[in-house]
C-alpha cells in the first residue's frame, strides 16, 4: 500500500532526527567544555542527565499513546525537542548558570524523546497491517544509526565551520521541517478517509 509505504518513510526520517538531536551535545561535548570551561566531571553531568529523563517517560509514553494515539505523541514530543533543540544555543548566551541549564536541557531532552520508542510501537500497532510490521518497524529502526551517521558527519563539519550553535540548529530545524511535513501529511489524510 502506497500510504504505508510513505509512514515507513516520514517515520524513518523521525528516528533519523531522534538520534541527531540526541547527538548533538555528545559530538560538540569538547566545545562545549572549552566554551563554558567545564570538567569531565561537568561534562559527565551534562551527557548522563539525558538518559535519566530518558527513562522515566518509557511506561507512560507507551499507555499515552494507546489512550490518545501514537501519531499526537510523537508529534507533540518532536516539536518540543526540535524547539529546544533550536533555543538551546540562544538560551546559553542568556544564562550565566551553563552547567544548571545545559542539564536541564538534556534532562528534559532525555524526558521528550523517552516517548518516541513507545508512541511509534502503538502507532505502528494500530496503521500497520500486522504482516507488514516486522519489516516497517526494523526499517524504521534503522533511523536510529542513519541518524547517528548523518549527524556524525554534518555535524562535525558545522561544528568544524561554524561553531557548536550550528549543530543545534541544524538538528532542530531539520526536526521542525519533519514535523510540519508530517502533520500536513497527516491533515491530507484524514481529510481524503473522511
Request: with cysteine.
Amino acid at each position: 500500500r502506497p500510504e504505508s509505504r510513505v509512514w515507513t518513510v516520514m517515520l524513518l526520517l523521525g528516528t533519523c532526527l531522534l538520534y541527531c538531536a540526541r547527538v548533538t551535545v555528545p559530538i560538540c561535548a569538547v566545545a562545549l567544555s572549552t566554551h563554558f570551561d567545564w570538567d569531565k566531571k561537568q561534562s559527565g553531568i551534562v551527557l548522563s542527565s539525558f538518559f535519566w529523563g530518558y527513562c522515566l517517560t518509557q511506561i507512560i509514553g507507551g499507555h499515552i499513546s494507546d489512550q490518545i494515539g501514537g501519531e499526537k505523541v510523537l508529534l507533540l514530543s518532536a516539536s518540543a525537542w526540535g524547539f529546544l533543540t533550536v533555543l538551546t544555543p540562544l538560551l546559553t548566551h542568556v544564562t550565566s548558570a551553563h552547567l544548571v541549564f545545559m542539564t536541564s536541557s538534556r534532562f528534559l531532552m532525555g524526558l521528550l524523546q523517552g516517548v518516541y520508542f513507545p508512541s511509534l510501537a502503538s502507532l505502528l500497532s494500530q496503521k500497520v497491517r500486522e504482516s507488514e510490521r516486522a519489516f516497517t518497524y526494523s526499517t524504521v529502526g534503522t533511523g536510529s544509526q542513519f541518524g547517528t551517521l548523518v549527524i556524525g558527519g554534518a555535524g562535525s563539519l558545522l561544528l568544524d565551520w561554524y561553531g557548536w550553535e550550528s549543530v543545534f540548529y541544524f538538528s532542530g530545524l531539520l526536526t521542525l521541517l519533519w514535523v510540519y511535513c508530517t502533520c500536513k501529511y497527516l491533515l491530507s489524510e484524514s481529510g481524503k478517509s473522511s
